[in-house]
């Protein structure tokens, strides 16, 4: 790293590739480095800035005037390069639309709307943990992680509930989507024709189970705030966003627990703990690793002049991780207080599921620490690499029944 002077203002340089094999395998040692490095880095391999300290993660996403979203939240700026897919009306757009889509999509997930949700999750948390149970020993990723939101999002959200594969390979292209156009973009839009079908036509009012949560949405079509189409692009935010990253944060956080035997025993003694301990695996694993905005006008950050249209790649998982920030924060702590963690983001692109989200980690943490007395490792885990979200591909256990 290499300090630069001069105009627009003295900033430090980086050639740490954050899309690279190597990053998103462990990307905490290179996040650390980037945090040491300064408060605002430029990547000299993509031209853009990074920020991965909790502060200025905090400033960028407080400010979406400057900070913006609508040129894309990934490394493609919409102005000057072509997007995969139509822009979502709701992550890649910015106040005062995103206020008024937003609006339509918070109404849909209000407290309300979600108290049958919880007797669901509950229900088929428990059936999950037991058939687990029951087999001994399992890979927790294709058979619990990826089993349960596949299993209780369409059933909360009514859609068609026999699309796992379907769903996990648009998520897993919508996530890879947000970087350059390296091996795993290519890798996870093969086959994207079909997928891209399947999603769109589930997007449609007809496809939705009129008690879900999606006819909620097309509820705001009725009332004229949005058009049909709108309905359509709102409920694809859903099927974008909702499934691959609590796939991602259920399979970390298992093998979280699996790691630490003494956490999983403190879980176990006081079940009410399942939704910090979520919270915390949320936080220490931030399975979404970051998104970029892109600035409106010149703009200053923390004593760098950032030129209008740079593009700044906000690092949720090194906030999330920023010992500025948190004591001893690689430490796995559920009783953590984890206010202030930015794996959900910050301000007001925050995450519009984080409800759901923490109602599905929840349930599921408490129905199996009634069932599983302990977990062994019985492979090497390994991850799965997407240029945004930090998943497994493979975590085999075996657990000790209650
Ligand atoms: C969307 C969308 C897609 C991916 C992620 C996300 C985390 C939203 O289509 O609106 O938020």
Not at 95 to 121: C, D, G, K, M, Y
Not at 251 to 260: I, Q, S
Not at 319 to 346: L, Q, V
Request: some cysteine.
């Amino acid at each position: 790293m290499t300090p630069v002077t001069g105009t627009p203002s003295a900033h430090v340089r980086s050639d740490i590739d954050p899309f690279s094999d190597e990053f998103l395998a462990d990307p905490f040692p290179p996040l650390a480095e980037l945090r040491d490095a300064g408060p605002v880095v430029y990547l000299e391999r993509y031209g853009v800035f990074a920020v991965a300290r909790h502060d200025e993660v905090a400033a960028v996403l407080r400010k979406p005037q400057v900070f913006s979203s609508a040129a894309g939240v990934g490394i493609t700026n919409f102005a000057t390069g072509k997007p995969w897919r139509k822009p979502s009306i709701l992550l890649e757009v910015d106040p005062p639309v995103h206020t008024h889509n937003r609006r339509v999509v918070a109404r849909a997930l209000a407290p309300r709307s979600l108290a049958w949700l919880q007797e669901i999750f509950d229900r088929r948390a428990g059936e999950l943990a037991a058939d687990l149970v029951s087999r001994g020993s399992f890979d927790a990723v294709p058979d619990l992680a990826e089993i349960f939101p596949t299993r209780v999002f369409p059933e909360a959200f009514g859609i068609a509930t026999d699309g796992r594969d379907q769903l996990l390979a648009y998520g897993a292209m919508v996530f890879n989507g947000h970087g350059p156009r390296n091996h795993l973009f290519d890798a996870s839009m093969a086959g994207a024709e079909g997928v891209i079908g399947w999603i769109t036509e589930q997007c449609s009012r007809s496809s939705l189970r009129p008690d879900g949560l999606g006819a909620l949405i097309y509820a705001g079509a009725d009332a004229g705030e949005v058009t049909e189409d709108e309905a359509a692009l709102l409920v694809r935010s859903f099927l974008s966003a909702g499934l691959d990253t609590t796939v991602s944060a259920i399979g970390l956080g298992v093998l979280d627990f699996a790691r630490h035997p003494d956490q999983w025993r403190a879980l176990r003694e006081d079940r009410s703990l399942a939704r910090n301990a979520f919270e915390e695996v949320v936080r220490l694993e931030s399975p979404v690793i970051g998104f970029f905005r892109t600035t409106s006008e010149p703009a200053e950050l923390s004593g760098t002049l950032l030129p209008a249209g740079a593009k700044v790649l906000v690092f949720f998982a090194g906030a999330n991780r920023d010992p500025r920030h948190w004591e001893d924060p690689g430490r796995f702590d559920i009783r953590r207080k984890t206010a202030g963690h930015m794996g959900f983001g910050i301000g007001v692109h925050n995450c519009v599921g984080q409800v759901i989200a923490r109602m599905e980690g929840e349930a599921l943490f408490r129905a199996l620490a009634a069932r599983v007395a302990s977990w062994w490792l019985t492979g090497e885990p390994r991850p799965r690499l997407n240029n945004t979200l930090r998943s497994l591909d493979t975590l085999p256990v075996a657990v000790e029944p209650a």
